[in-house]
């Protein structure tokens, strides 16, 4: 319920990117992954779990996983990346 909830809100703001976590408590983040690909919002998925392959199976095409602990550098490298695809 919290996620569409924030779904909801983010659906009245200009977002530029997001970064995502896979597990939100009780619910996974594929919801939100499929409403910012289908407005065009650029998103990096963020897991600390190990097999990113299978994580991302669910989820939209051309999701790019980024694996916990990640360093400021990988995260800026990858969302300049992502950005970039769509803009």
Known sequence: ???NEKLLKAGQSAISFALLDVNLRDQTS???AQTLRERGVPYLLATGY???DSIVSGYPENTTVITKPFTPEILLQQAGKKMGEIG
Do not use: I, Y
């Open 1 to 3: 319920a919290e996620c």
């Open 30 to 32: 594929l919801a939100v």
């Open 50 to 52: 190990g097999d990113a």
